[in-house]
């Protein structure tokens, strides 16, 4: 009897730690982790990047998020090799832990030698699909754009854009899919003085995110910078700080209204939460001492019925 009742309290307390487990799945997203090129150290100042970098794949990693996706500018040249080698440490620290790690391309990764650094890219990131794709983790799917338009041809665009207006219609009637969040590399909205707003992002996937229903954040990188604006009553985060050196901004205006003006750490990351039928994004940002990683902004998103 005591044997059998020892094997049942096993059991119950299996079922809740994967039940626990189940509940508070955690998705990380970070972007432009390349190491800065000696061109922006002249007009930028750098700070110890290299190191923020390995600092926030330690912490990424110690939080042990179901998925990982960064989001573009891996790494500086994307055709080079030798520029792969940290982030491939990263990567297998990541997959050695069972997390997932998925990507997009950025500008860095396919300058230079477009096709070799797409196919360095692909090496890493299996996944991925060069006109979007789609990764699903506990129910919120994230789409993954390609937003280096200059490196596509309109017919390459078209096929994007027609496809990302057929995936965001099949999210929205999927029950399975509680939210979708939609990600490029390139920004539609930025207050940035070095990089500009996308108008190419701006016409091709801003106005089919903002018709679904279930899409609810617009998450991209390349200005190196915390930003958040609201359009149209939906989320837009800019989520730059990787290990690029930082970039100083512009004030808000009212049509660029950041509402994250008080927050510019120059390295962070966003980790995601679900909570029921919400989900809550946090920024972590790495101290000045380098020496720990707090939270230092809280978004929270509400699933669209």
């Not at 990764?109 to 299996?126: A, C, H, L, N, S």
């Not at 969040?181 to 990089?195: D, E, F, L």
Request: charged content about 20%.
């Amino acid at each position: 009897m005591q044997k059998t009742s020892a094997v049942l309290l096993i059991f119950l307390a299996s079922c809740i730690s994967f039940l626990s487990s189940a509940q508070n799945k955690t998705i990380a997203f970070v972007s432009d982790t390349q190491k800065p090129m000696w061109i922006e150290d002249v007009f930028l100042k750098s700070n110890q990047n290299e190191k923020a970098t390995s600092l926030i794949f330690q912490s990424m990693i110690e939080k042990k998020p179901t998925a990982i996706y960064i989001l573009g500018d891996v790494v500086s040249l994307g055709y080079k090799e030798k520029k792969w080698k940290k982030l491939d440490q990263y990567l297998e620290q990541c997959r050695v832990k069972g997390i997932e790690v998925n990507a997009l391309l950025g500008n860095h990764d396919v300058m230079t030698k477009p096709k070799k650094g797409e196919q360095t890219f692909q090496k890493r990131f299996p996944n991925h699909q060069r006109l979007g794709y789609v990764s699903v983790t506990d129910s919120i799917a994230i789409v993954l754009l390609n937003s280096n338009f200059k490196k596509l041809t309109s017919t390459e665009v078209a096929a994007q854009n027609q496809w990302l207006e057929k995936t965001l219609t099949a999210l929205d009637h999927d029950d399975s899919i509680l939210m979708v969040i939609v990600s490029c590399h390139h920004s539609p909205y930025t207050n940035s003085k070095i990089v500009r707003s996308s108008k190419e992002v701006q016409d091709n996937f801003v106005p089919l995110y903002l018709e679904s229903k279930k899409s609810t954040l617009f998450l991209t990188g390349h200005s190196h910078n915390f930003e958040h604006f609201k359009k149209q009553g939906k989320d837009f985060m800019v989520i730059g700080g990787g290990g690029g050196i930082h970039q100083p901004t512009r004030p808000s205006t009212p049509s660029m209204d950041d509402m994250a003006k008080n927050y510019k750490p120059m390295f962070h990351y966003l980790l995601m939460e679900r909570v029921g039928s919400n989900i809550l994004m946090h920024s972590y940002f790495l101290s000045s001492d380098f020496k720990e990683f707090n939270v230092g902004y809280t978004v929270e998103l509400s699933a669209k019925k």
